[in-house]
T-cell receptor, first 117, second 111 residues
Framework: EADIYQTPRYLVIGTGKKITLECSQTMGHDKMYWYQQDPGMELHLIHYSYGVNSTEKGDLSSESTVSRIRTEHFPLTLESARPSHTSQYLC????????????????FGAGSRLTVL | GDSVTQMEGPVTLSEEAFLTINCTYTATGYPSLFWYVQYPGEGLQLLLKATKADDKGSNKGFEATYRKETTSFHLEKGSVQVSDSAVYFCALETSYDKVIFGPGTSLSVIP
């Protein structure tokens, strides 16, 4: 049973369209992440959030934007989609590990596969 | 900056063969280390983890030991099964709570 939900699972869209990929989690996790997974399987962090009203850019530059208005919701938006945005987008969340120092274990959604024609 | 390197795939093994997937990392401090697995058509899930030097993570017959002296976290399994066919990702947690992943190693196990 998934505790983190991504919609849509698959999306085919034309160039120039605005799209929003939804990500919601029911675990009360404070941290949330977006990764882009290229066809070669490699995952690149593109955005992350430590909590409400906190967003940071990841290691891979992305034209997408994110928002975190509610703890459970972390949508990703592309204002004008291009073929170079074709990829799989994975959302993840984690709770802050308590003392003693624990590990930041991510729970992943099933992914949103975006194709831009 | 922090990074993870793992062996190139794809890896093809016969059932009951021994598996090793090498992983080395570069990081400041003492990061937590992970192996995640992605089965065909499914999302990533945690396979095992280790939070400090000499810790051994284990799950489903897989093991990995956190070796700080060699900055490694190699994944091993004594006898693989067809159901282990998947993509395996080594990962580390940076000092800023980000988790970065290696490039992934695809494993195919044939009967």
């Amino acid at each position: 049973e998934a505790d983190i939900y991504q919609t849509p699972r698959y999306l085919v869209i034309g160039t120039g369209k605005k799209i929003t990929l939804e990500c919601s989690q029911t675990m009360g996790h404070d941290k949330m992440y977006w990764y882009q997974q290229d066809p070669g399987m490699e995952l690149h962090l593109i955005h992350y959030s430590y909590g409400v009203n906190s967003t940071e850019k990841g290691d891979l530059s992305s034209e997408s934007t994110v928002s975190r208005i509610r703890t459970e919701h972390f949508p990703l938006t592309l204002e004008s989609a291009r073929p170079s945005h074709t990829s799989q987008y994975l959302c993840a969340s984690s709770a802050s590990p308590g003392p003693p120092a624990g590990a930041n274990v991510l729970t992943f959604g099933a992914g949103s596969r975006l194709t831009v024609l | 900056g922090d990074s993870v390197t793992q062996m190139e795939g794809p890896v093809t093994l016969s059932e009951e063969a021994f598996l090793t997937i090498n992983c080395t990392y570069t990081a400041t401090g003492y990061p937590s280390l992970f192996w995640y697995v992605q089965y065909p058509g499914e999302g990533l899930q945690l396979l095992l983890k280790a939070t400090k030097a000499d810790d051994k993570g284990s799950n489903k017959g897989f093991e990995a030991t956190y070796r700080k002296e060699t900055t490694s976290f190699h994944l091993e399994k004594g006898s693989v099964q067809v159901s282990d066919s998947a993509v395996y990702f080594c990962a580390l947690e940076t000092s800023y709570d980000k988790v970065i992943f290696g490039p992934g190693t695809s494993l195919s196990v044939i009967p």
